[in-house]
């Protein structure tokens, strides 16, 4: 089954941008302690944030971000992505192969599946510090950064198109990192081990240094060597524990003050991550194990850096972001169950795939400070992307006359270039009103050149491009220390290519958002955030299936009409100094307006309009408690519980795949006395097999069902100093 633009590759080029935790559920760096103890003393504290370009807190803005903080997510033993997503509403990590998961964020999928999605565009994007990880054909970069010295990570939920541009339909999460001090040494040593039950124990090491150079510079350096050890069988192999994933790196940053005013940040990170065999089940999605007959093993990099300088005008603050990304892999994998379940039985079909893909990108803006009755930003957004790529599926046989089955070979290019701007003015009575847009235009080109068994499928330069612009309105109300507000937003996508033959063009795709919701303060230590929301998506991009001889080729087409409406929920309660919980709930209905036309096996199919999105629970649940107590020999020890819930899903358009819900309980404790941090966890407790994704044939073909599950149950172990 030949996959598309891109080339096949369960190791996609989508590299995080640092490595994914062991288990850091310690306190942070001593540079980072005071505001930490703050935190801890109070869940319910006001938080800054930069979601609008400007910083503000966290409950004024006019529209919904989740706040996890690094410190916070190293005390809960938070490792990756597949923890922490988990704990904000209406967000659903649809998980793959390392550096292949997807985000779902209010429903916004065409495609949940890593293998049989289009090349579009993610529908939800994803930025490290400003820098937008994206890329105009394909997915782009799904980031998974470790939350070891991380400052914060924030979920904005709904279309973000005016401030951060295209591929934000459903919302966006942001990675912000723990920048250097000017004024104080700090450093952390970190080492910890990882046990996974069925599976194997592997050990991790972190470390930060923090110095000041200076008065007016500082640098601050953080490296990791991180295993997450293996838990899946491979029978074809005799492989115990394949699985296992390695990611090593670090990262640089060097901030320099030379001046009162003026204040410049230069990041550079690298990780590489090795991959031993694939991390799906298949068969029976209880057992942790697969029979392909070789390993699926494969290697990515990600290199990035950025320069981001401040320059304070008196009035107003002038920002300019320069970045870069590179990412490049190299895979080696297995299809031979997949031909088979295609009606091509053969003794073995093997994969090998290499993609590279690299991003510039400028923004400079102009920014109100702090207070005042007008708060505003205006900017210029540059970026250009290329990519290119080269897989095979081999029959080393011959049965089919050929060894190479499909032979592709991709290039792809596309700029963005935008205005956009965004303002609030307060008004009297409480009452505000803000006002925000882009305007944008995109250009893309693809080729693709190879053959399909051995057949020539090469096609012309197809080049296209887009304009438009997304506006933003909103309207506030304060009253007391609550605030009611009203929004509605835009958001856009790329249009692309299909390769063919024929090749075939498909638009961009856009979404309004409209979305109202209330931030109380009933009681002195309570905050309760209610949203609610309805997003129409036109000229949606879905994934269709057509066939081409053996093969069923995917593609995308603007299929029309979707929508999705939601009810989103958060509290948080201080009960006292000792004990206080959180919890949040998210019910969302994603579904089409419109009739999709596709492919079940050899004929074509209508799929009738009211079919569900793929990849998002009608309902998702977040229970979290935490107990601060006096531990041994004077430490301060630190118990927290956290219960997370996953309705049911469908993993494709089609409804063949359908997961059902489970749920996750994990435990951490961990103590600290002076330097020292002692900690353990244990994650999914009751050791439950839940399915976050599946991969499977347009068919519907139930003998060919691959599952990736939530990990296991895992015991994690760290001991932490600071210095």
Same mark, same amino acid.
């Given at each position: ?16 941008? &640092?490595?994914?935790?062991? &288990?850091?559920?310690s306190l942070?760096?001593a ?17 800054? #944030? ?5 910083l503000?807190t966290?409950r ?12 916070d997510?190293e005390r ?8 922490f997503?988990?704990?904000?509403p209406?967000?659903q990590?649809n ?12 429903? &916004? ?10 090349a579009?565009?993610?529908a939800s ?11 105009p ?7 998974? #950064?470790l939350?070891?010295?991380?400052d ?7 279309p973000?198109?005016?401030l951060?541009?295209?591929g934000?339909?459903?919302?966006a999460?942001?990675y ?20 996974v ?24 350096v953080v ?5 997450a ?9 005799n ?9 090593t ?9 030379p001046v ?6 230069f ?14 089940v %298949? ?9 392909n ?7 990515s ?11 304070d005008?008196?009035?107003? #603050? ?5 970045g ?6 190299n ?9 088979a379940t ?17 991003a510039?990108?400028?923004e ?5 400070k ?6 505003w930003?205006? !900017? ?7 990519g ?24 792809s ?15 009297a ?6 006002? !925000? ?11 693709q ?6 057949g ?30 009203? &929004? ?15 090749q075939s063009?498909?638009k961009?795709?856009?979404?309004w958002?409209?979305?109202t ?7 002195k230590?309570?905050?309760?955030d209610?949203?609610? %929301? ?26 029309g ?9 958060a509290l ?13 709930l998210?019910h ?8 999709v ?5 050899r004929?074509p ?12 629970a009608r ?11 006096t ?9 927290? #519980?956290?219960?997370?819930h996953v309705?049911?899903?469908?993993i ?8 059902p819900?489970?749920?996750t309980?994990?435990?951490?404790v961990n103590?600290?006395?002076g ?7 244990i994650?999914n407790?009751?050791?439950k ?12 073909? $139930?003998?060919? $069902? $691959? ?5 296991p149950?895992?015991?994690d172990?760290?001991?932490r100093?600071?210095?």
């Amino acid at each position: 089954m030949a996959r598309p633009q891109h080339p096949p590759s369960r190791l996609t080029v989508l590299g995080a941008a &640092l490595a994914t935790a062991g &288990l850091v559920v310690s306190l942070p760096a001593a540079a980072q302690q005071s505001s930490a103890t703050k935190a801890e003393a109070d869940t319910t504290q006001t938080v800054v #944030i930069s979601a609008n370009k400007r910083l503000e807190t966290q409950r004024e803005v006019a529209g919904t971000v989740s706040v996890l903080q690094g410190s916070d997510l190293e005390r809960r033993g938070a490792r990756d992505q597949e923890d922490f997503l988990k704990l904000t509403p209406g967000v659903q990590l649809n998980r793959g192969d390392p550096n292949g998961s997807g985000i779902t964020i209010r429903g &916004l999928s065409s495609q949940a599946s890593p293998e049989s999605g289009g090349a579009q565009q993610n529908a939800s994007g994803s930025y490290l510090e400003d820098v937008p990880l994206a890329s105009p054909i394909g997915k782009g970069l799904v980031a998974d #950064i470790l939350p070891f010295d991380l400052d914060r990570i924030e979920v904005l939920r709904g279309p973000q198109g005016a401030l951060f541009g295209s591929g934000s339909l459903g919302g966006a999460v942001r990675y912000l990192l723990a920048k250097p001090e000017l004024k104080a040494f700090g450093a952390t040593v970190q080492v910890g081990a990882s046990s996974v039950s069925q599976g194997k124990t592997a050990a991790s090491l972190y470390g930060m240094v923090n110095a000041p150079l200076g008065d007016t510079a500082a640098v601050r350096v953080v490296a990791f060597d991180r295993t997450a050890p293996g838990y899946i069988d491979n029978k074809g192999t005799n492989t115990k524990d394949a699985n296992e994933v390695r990611q090593t790196g670090g990262r640089v940053l060097f901030t320099v003050k030379p001046v009162r005013n003026l204040t410049a940040t230069f990041v550079a990170s690298t990780q590489k991550t090795r991959q031993d065999d694939f991390s799906y089940v %298949f068969g029976d999605p209880k057992k942790l194990e697969h029979d392909n007959p070789s390993l699926g093993r494969g290697t990515s990099q990600f290199d990035f850096s950025s320069l981001t300088v401040d320059y304070d005008l008196g009035g107003a #603050i002038l920002t300019s972001v320069t970045g870069y990304w590179k990412a490049k892999s190299n895979s080696a994998g297995d299809d031979t169950k997949l031909f088979a379940t295609l009606g091509l039985p053969l003794p073995i079909v093997s994969r090998s795939a290499a993609s590279s893909s690299d991003a510039k990108s400028q923004e400079l803006r102009i920014s109100s400070k702090p207070g005042g009755s007008f708060s505003w930003v205006a !900017g210029l957004f540059y970026q250009t992307n290329k990519g290119s790529g080269a897989a095979k599926q081999s029959d080393p046989s011959g049965a089919f006359g050929v060894v190479d089955l499909v032979d592709l070979q991709t290039t792809s290019e596309g700029t963005e270039k935008a205005f956009f701007f965004d303002g609030e003015y307060s008004l009297a009575g409480g009452w505000s009103v803000g006002l !925000g847009g882009r305007f944008y235009k995109t250009s893309t080109a693809f080729q693709q050149t190879g053959t399909v068994f051995g057949g020539p499928s090469n096609g012309p330069l197809l080049a296209g491009g887009d304009s438009g612009n997304t506006p933003k309105v909103s309207v506030k109300y304060r009253f007391g220390d609550n605030i009611w507000y009203a &929004l509605a937003s835009k958001g856009y996508r790329y249009g692309g290519v299909n390769e063919g033959p024929p090749q075939s063009t498909y638009k961009s795709d856009s979404l309004w958002n409209y979305e109202t919701g209330v931030r109380l303060s009933p009681a002195k230590g309570v905050q309760l955030d209610l949203t609610a %929301f309805l997003m129409d998506w036109t000229n949606a991009q879905f994934t269709y299936f057509e066939q081409r001889g053996q093969l069923a080729f995917s593609g995308i087409g603007n299929v029309g009409k979707a929508r999705s409406t939601g009810l989103e929920a958060a509290l948080r309660w201080r009960i006292n100094t000792a004990f206080d919980v959180a919890a949040s709930l998210a019910h969302i209905d994603a579904k089409t307006t419109k009739d999709v036309q596709t492919l079940a096996g050899r004929q074509p199919v209508t799929i009738a309009s009211g079919a569900r999105l793929p990849g998002t629970a009608r309902l998702q649940t977040a229970l979290q408690g935490n107990y601060r107590f006096t531990g041994p020999l004077g430490s301060a020890g630190r118990f927290n #519980i956290t219960h997370t819930h996953v309705g049911e899903r469908v993993i494709d358009l089609t409804g063949f795949y359908k997961a059902p819900a489970y749920d996750t309980i994990d435990l951490g404790v961990n103590f600290n006395k002076g330097p020292w941090t002692v900690a353990a966890g244990i994650g999914n407790v009751a050791d439950k097999r839940g399915i976050m994704n599946i991969q499977g044939t347009p068919d519907g073909n $139930q003998a060919f $069902q $691959q599952y990736y599950l939530q990990r296991p149950r895992t015991l994690d172990v760290s001991v932490r100093y600071d210095f």
